[in-house]
Antibody, heavy 115, light 109 residues
Framework: GQLVQSGAVVERPGASVKVSCKASGYNFTLYYLHWVRQAPGQGLEWMGV????????NYAQRFQNRLTVTRDASTSTFYMALNSLTSDDTAMYYCASVLMTSDIWGQGTLVSVSS | DIVLTQSPVTLSLSPGDSATLSCRAS??????FAWYQKKPGQAPRLLIYDASNRATGIPARFSGSGSGTDFTLTISSLEPEDFAVYYC???????????FGQGTKLEVK
């Protein structure tokens, strides 16, 4: 199985970004889909997760007010939307499907926030 | 929120050495715990899940132990490709809420 993410983007401070993550080759409905980011020179940061069947989402507390994780009802595509961007949001963003004994990760999407 | 504290921050060893990395949780996470390896330009790689189970395809030189609040990742006989940054992760499944430690950099001495 694999997860394929959308391409790199550059956004202005205060703008919003939406990153897609398309699942294929495995039964993605069985496993939660997570979003993780890594800012330059920083560690991994867990952002949130979605149940692909109920589409219920949970978010890390620091992202509660500006992160939305969704799944397209008719396709195997997930989305991560982050608003009110600042330079601190410049990072590589990953989607990941946590299976029983392994993970599947997307290739990452670089989001740069710059004026 | 659960806070994971990893030690040491940096570990300098030579190929063939054994590495011991630690992670302490601010409250019990039972065995809902994982270890990841991260190399530049690559996605994270799951090494250990449920505190002590090797993920699919992970070599036997990687082992995990611990439960509750204290966890250890041991890498016996380091290979050149093992030098990377290692992260611990707690996995609360209901409601689903995960988190990472700050990482331990394993570097060549």
């Amino acid at each position: 199985g694999q997860l394929v993410q959308s391409g790199a983007v550059v956004e202005r401070p205060g703008a919003s970004v939406k990153v897609s993550c398309k699942a294929s080759g495995y039964n993605f409905t069985l496993y939660y889909l997570h979003w993780v980011r890594q800012a330059p020179g920083q560690g991994l940061e867990w952002m949130g997760v979605i149940n692909p069947i109920s589409r219920a989402a949970n978010y890390a507390q620091r992202f509660q007010n500006r992160l939305t994780v969704t799944r397209d009802a008719s396709t195997s595509t997930f989305y991560m939307a982050l608003n009110s961007l600042t330079s601190d949001d410049t990072a590589m963003y990953y989607c990941a499907s946590v299976l029983m004994t392994s993970d599947i990760w997307g290739q990452g999407t670089l989001v740069s926030v710059s004026s | 929120d659960i806070v994971l504290t990893q030690s040491p921050v940096t570990l300098s060893l030579s190929p063939g050495d054994s590495a011991t990395l630690s992670c302490r949780a601010s409250q019990s996470v039972y065995n809902y715990f994982a270890w990841y390896q991260k190399k530049p330009g690559q996605a994270p790689r799951l090494l250990i899940y449920d505190a002590s189970n090797r993920a699919t395809g992970i070599p036997a030189r990687f082992s995990g132990s611990g439960s509750g609040t204290d966890f250890t990742l041991t890498i016996s006989s380091l290979e050149p490709e093992d030098f990377a940054v290692y992260y611990c992760q707690h996995r609360n499944n209901w409601p689903p809420m995960y988190g990472f430690g700050q990482g331990t950099k394993l570097e060549v001495k």
